[in-house]
């Protein structure tokens, strides 16, 4: 949320295009079950969170295969 409006605008595009064909809806309270689920494994250290420069760095890799 740090990033300016343009970043976090190509970001969310870059996420977007990078998913497959959603072949199965999600209700928001399966959306909102998932984010949960997701922040909890942030929250307990499960996952560790990219910073923007490793963010970064990813995203230009996927846009060169």
Not at 4 to 27: C, F, I
Not at 30 to 53: C, K, M, T
């Amino acid at each position: 949320m740090a990033l300016p409006v343009e970043q976090r605008v190509l970001l969310a595009e870059s996420l977007l295009s990078s998913l497959p064909p959603a072949d199965v809806e999600w209700s928001q309270a399966e959306e909102l079950a998932e984010v949960d689920r997701r922040d909890r494994e942030i929250e307990s250290g499960q996952v560790q969170p990219l910073n923007d420069a490793e963010f970064w760095q990813r995203v230009e890799a996927g846009r060169k295969r």
